[in-house]
């Protein structure tokens, strides 16, 4: 189906280990970001990426890593997980200029840090 | 800086009955102001945007939202409130500050609509 995916739904896992959550989407727009949702902090920008292999840092980038090798993939990657990365993690892609276009998000992944 | 203020964290209101959901801001440039909803346990959906022009815009599901540059507010509005509309609302303001201009949003206000 057309539109924005990610993976996992739900994760589950322990301080230190290494997690990647998949964001596909299939309009081949050319930004796409991620967000994380926290209480009282509503949502925040990690990272984004303008294009292919163009990425740059958002709000709250520290911990985290991303890549865009395809158009339509933009993988977020938390190298060493911490309890303070416990959150619902958005992608979104949207196909011009973000402030003036919505943004498509897809359905979210809930972060669990043990 | 810029900065996008939600002062209700909880609205509630009666179903039939209009609703207001409220959205105050401040931006070094121009204020390019958007408002999302969020369905529990889903990503946030468009509502309406304001870039310039009319400073009343209509957006989804038969909401509005009034654009007043001196009380620098966005407030969403919709004349009869119906039980679905109870959702999560965020409003989002132009960041000038991050680069690429991407979107810098609120905290959220959940709506409870009272049957």
């Known amino acids: 189906d057309a539109g924005i995916t990610q993976s996992p739904r739900y994760k589950i896992t322990e301080t230190g280990r290494q997690v990647t959550l998949m964001c596909h989407q299939t309009?081949?727009?050319?930004?796409m970001f991620w967000y994380r949702q926290d209480l009282g902090h509503g949502l925040r920008l990690i990272y984004y990426?303008?294009?292919?292999?163009?990425?740059d840092k958002g709000e709250v980038p520290d911990g985290y890593v991303v890549s865009r090798s395809k158009t339509e993939n933009f993988p977020l990657t938390l190298e060493s997980a911490t309890r303070s990365q416990t959150s619902v993690y958005f992608c979104?892609?949207?196909?011009?200029?973000?402030?003036?276009?919505?943004?498509?998000f897809g359905p979210g992944t809930r972060l669990t840090v043990l | 800086a810029q900065s996008v203020a939600q002062p209700e964290d909880q609205v509630n209101v009666a179903e039939g009955n209009p609703l207001t959901v409220k959205c105050t801001y401040s931006?070094?440039?121009?204020?390019?102001l958007f408002w999302y909803v969020q369905y529990p346990n889903r990503g946030l959906q468009f509502l309406l945007k304001?870039?310039?022009?009319?400073?009343l815009v209509k957006g989804s599901y038969g909401f509005e939202a009034e654009f007043n540059k001196s009380q620098t507010s966005f407030h969403l509005k919709k004349p009869s409130a119906l039980v679905s509309d109870s959702a999560l609302y965020f409003c989002?303001?132009?960041?000038?500050?991050?680069?690429?201009?991407?979107?810098?949003f609120g905290t959220g206000t959940r709506l409870t609509v009272i049957p």
């Open positions: 979104a892609s949207t196909a011009d200029e973000p402030s003036n276009n919505e943004q498509f």
């Open positions: 304001y870039i310039t022009g009319d400073n």
């Open positions: 989002a303001v132009r960041d000038y500050q991050t680069g690429a201009n991407n979107l810098f």
């Open positions: 990426s303008a294009a292919a292999d163009i990425t």
């Open positions: 931006v070094s440039g121009n204020p390019y």
């Open positions: 309009w081949s727009h050319s930004y």
